[in-house]
Structures are given as structure tokens and as C-alpha cells.
């Protein structure tokens, strides 16, 4: 199995441009989740989905949107990209959100720089 | 879920057992201790998890003290590849991962 699997890896975009993050993951997971993470800094939470179809903000949603058509893909897009923008971008998912041994995986990471 | 608090860095000499120390004063009955880790920025990497009794596995062993106030991840003989940031994080086993990872421990293994 491939696990989480993000695109691209790395990407410069200029101020005002959009672009779409993706994550897919091939463990038939329920829950998805994206992740931004500044130098120096741990992972706060963008956007999650229990499932296709459903969505709900983070931490920190703003200049940010998801969808969620399928189980295994789970987009994350950016609008009029900003410098603050720049940041690694972590998608991560798990089986099930209210079993006790929920072990997340997460994705290689996208680095996203907006210059 | 519960905050936590770790130090910034530690270091640890390669062979010897790194003990990465974790308090949690606020965690409550139904939240679980869990340990991640990221090297070089890579994703981050499933460590262990517990509620109070201690746990092992290939990887670590994971310490909470009886009053689960606090915990202790031990790598009992760290090597060079065990060089990371090493997140602490308490979660209740509902509501998915909407969880948030703080700076984290820093973890030097020197030669």
C-alpha cells in the first residue's frame, strides 16, 4: 500500500495565484485531515473531513477551501495564495475516528513557498 | 484536548536510552498519551500510545505516571537515525485527530 500520497512536493507560486494540494490515501480511511506547519513550529489543523462529502474548519481555515467526493481523495485549494501562506503542508488520515487505537498517517508533505 | 508541555531539545549519546519527559497536568479520564515523531521534516511518524498502564513496543516504551500527570518516552538504546522532533499529544479516542501538535522535543543523538 501506498499510504498518504501528496503533489506535488514542492511549489513556488506568486502572490495571488491559486493552486490545488493534493492528498490521496489508499487505507479506505474515514478521516482526512490537512496540516500546516511553519518553521520551527508543530502542526496546526487547516481543515478535516470525517467522510465524502463532509467537511469542517481547523485551527486556521482561512484563505483555504476542501472537498471530499471520495474517500480517497481529499483536496486542499488555495485561493489568491499570500506570503503567510508559505508553509509544508501535511495531509494525514485515520481508519476511524472513535476507535481507541487511532494511529494517524500522514503524507510526505508539500513545500509551498509564495513569493 | 489536553495541552502539553515538553522541552525545546535534548541531547543523548548514541547506544544510550533517550528519556523524552512529558507533562500533561490537565489530561482527563477518557484521553490517551500519544507520541509521534518527524525526521527532517518528513511526515510525522505513529510512536506509541497508552492511557495508564505503561507500554511497549519495537520501537519505545512509553511511561505515564499514576496519576497520568505525566509521561516518559523511552528509546532505550537511541541511534543517529533517531534524531527527530518527538511530538507528546493527548486525545480523547472520539472526535478523529483534530488534534494539535506543539513545538515538540527536539532530540540530538550524538556519536
Known amino acids: 500500500n501506498a499510504g498518504v500520497t501528496q503533489t506535488p512536493k514542492f511549489r513556488i507560486l506568486k502572490i495571488g495565484q491559486s493552486m490545488t494540494l493534493q492528498c490521496a490515501q489508499d487505507?479506505?480511511?474515514?478521516?482526512m485531515y490537512w496540516y500546516r506547519q511553519d518553521p520551527g513550529m508543530g502542526l496546526k489543523l487547516i481543515y478535516y473531513?470525517?467522510?465524502?462529502?463532509?467537511?469542517d474548519k481547523g485551527e486556521v481555515p482561512n484563505g483555504y477551501n476542501v472537498s471530499r467526493s471520495t474517500t480517497e481523495d481529499f483536496p486542499l485549494r488555495l485561493e489568491l495564495a499570500a506570503p503567510s501562506q508559505t508553509s509544508v503542508y501535511f495531509c494525514?488520515?485515520?481508519?476511524?475516528?472513535?476507535?481507541?487505537?487511532?494511529?494517524?498517517?500522514f503524507g510526505q508533505g508539500t513545500r509551498l513557498t509564495v513569493v | 484536548d489536553a495541552k502539553t508541555t515538553q522541552p525545546p531539545s535534548m541531547d543523548c549519546a548514541e547506544g544510550r536510552a533517550a528519556n523524552l519527559p512529558c507533562n500533561h497536568s490537565?489530561?482527563?479520564?477518557?484521553?490517551?498519551v500519544y507520541w509521534y515523531r518527524q525526521i527532517h521534516s518528513q511526515g510525522p511518524q505513529y510512536i506509541i500510545h497508552?492511557?495508564?498502564n505503561n507500554e511497549t513496543n519495537e520501537m519505545a516504551s512509553l511511561i505515564i505516571t499514576e496519576d497520568r500527570k505525566s509521561s516518559t518516552l523511552i528509546l532505550p538504546h537511541a541511534t543517529l537515525r533517531d534524531t527527530a522532533v518527538y511530538y507528546c499529544?493527548?486525545?480523547?479516542?472520539?472526535?478523529?485527530?483534530?488534534?494539535?501538535f506543539g513545538a515538540g522535543t527536539r532530540l540530538f543523538v550524538k556519536a
Open positions: 490537565t489530561i482527563s479520564g477518557n484521553e490517551y
Open positions: 499529544i493527548v486525545r480523547a479516542n472520539t472526535g478523529g485527530f483534530k488534534t494539535i
Open positions: 494525514a488520515s485515520t481508519n476511524q475516528g472513535f476507535r481507541v487505537n487511532t494511529e494517524a498517517f
Open positions: 497508552g492511557l495508564k
Open positions: 473531513s470525517v467522510g465524502a462529502g463532509i467537511t
Open positions: 487505507m479506505n480511511h474515514n478521516y
